[in-house]
Nanobody
Framework: QVRLVESGGGLVQAGGSLRLSCTAS?????MGWFRQAPGKGREFVAA????????GYADSVKGRFTVSRDNAKNTVYLQMNSLKPEDTAVYYC??????????????????WGQGTQVTVSS
């Protein structure tokens, strides 16, 4: 069983920045970030593999969000800049224990965090 704990969410004005953190109870190959806005399905945001050399981003966040990790701390980060009201959502981190390549496919992720709310005001 792997436990994931997210932190760093909050309320920010449009154009502002937030950094989310997700700490795992053990080392993880691939860690991903997903989000779910009110009334919408969950969508892929970003992911990073063990070495950090393989990353992936949704088109909607490319150039604004950066995913990184500190393996010594079993922690992955999502730096979110130039935030927009449409980025408002609950953000979840997820862990893929079996693969070392990034994917947007939810079913590949074995464990999920509890989510952290990000609200961007206009």
């Amino acid at each position: 069983q792997v436990r994931l704990v997210e932190s760093g969410g909050g309320l920010v004005q449009a154009g502002g920045s937030l950094r989310l953190s997700c700490t795992a109870s053990s080392s993880i190959f691939v860690m991903g970030w997903f989000r779910q806005a009110p009334g919408k399905g969950r969508e892929f945001v970003a992911a990073i593999n063990w070495s950090g050399r393989d990353t992936g981003y949704a088109d909607s966040v490319k150039g604004r969000f950066t995913v990184s990790r500190d393996n010594a701390k079993n922690t992955v980060y999502l730096q979110m800049n130039s935030l927009k009201p449409e980025d408002t959502a609950v953000y979840y981190c997820a862990a893929d224990l079996d693969n070392d390549y990034v994917s947007y496919k939810e079913y590949l992720y074995d464990y999920w965090g509890q989510g952290t709310q990000v609200t961007v005001s206009s």
